[in-house]
């Protein structure tokens, strides 16, 4: 990756994870890519939605956002092990080979706790 997608390295359980963001289109979407030091990667994929807010010249780049207050900014390595984490609970990870991608807003539901009570 180049200079704009610089990889950061995150250790989880003594599994290096490295990590980057980006903005793609078409469609404005926001990716985390977390690729395992050996392996294969998955992309957070955050898509523009009724309610769902990702940088398109209003937000700041990394930001992702929902209309009910939650705002998450994926530069920041805390962010990214929660999502990271709310992934693994709910059975997604990078496979061993490979790329995998998933839909970023039930992690981001997951760890801003929107819809709760």
């Given at each position: 990756m180049g200079s704009k997608r610089r990889l950061r390295r995150m250790v989880i359980?003594?599994?290096v994870?490295?990590?980057?963001?980006?903005?793609?289109h078409p469609d404005c979407q926001e990716v985390l890519?977390?690729?395992?030091?050996?392996?294969g990667t998955l992309?957070?994929?955050?898509?523009?939605g009724v309610g769902r807010f990702v940088p398109d010249g209003f937000l700041h780049s990394g930001q992702v956002a929902d209309d009910r207050d939650g705002v998450?900014?994926?530069?920041?390595?805390?962010t990214v092990r929660q999502?990271?984490?709310?992934a693994r609970a709910q059975g997604l990870d990078a496979?061993?080979?490979g790329t995998?991608?998933?839909d970023g807003w039930p992690l981001f539901d997951a760890v801003t706790g929107a819809g709760e009570a």
């Open positions: 359980d003594g599994d994870r490295l990590w980057s963001v980006h903005h793609r890519t977390v690729r395992r030091e050996d392996g992309r957070i994929v955050f898509r523009p998450l900014n994926l530069h920041l390595p805390g999502l990271l984490d709310a496979p061993e080979r995998s991608e998933a």
